[in-house]
């Protein structure tokens, strides 16, 4: 919604580039057991177990990598008249949308 074709945010973008950062601290979790994990593939949920927590990890690698964005950077749209929602929205994705109601 706020990208353009070369996927840079445009100027009307209520974040910019510097408000996309990584974490500073990665929660692993080391815990051994039996952990279920449920996978829903056509409508079906299916069931895996894993002998360590899904959590186990060091880093990560690759094009899908963990985020942070504070809310407190999010720079609302404000109009003189009342805004509709999709105007709130801050990600989207091709299943579901997030939109965050700030205070001007």
Known sequence: RYRNWFGQLLEHSPFCERDIR???????HDAKGEFMIK????????DFIYASHPFDVVGWDG????YAFSIHDFEPITGRVHLPPPIHQTFE????????FCPR
């Open 93 to 100: 994705t091709d299943a579901f949308v997030v939109c965050s």
């Open 22 to 28: 990584r974490p500073a601290d990665l929660e692993t």
């Open 63 to 66: 094009y899908n990598y963990p």
């Open 39 to 46: 996978v829903k593939k056509q409508d079906m949920l299916h």
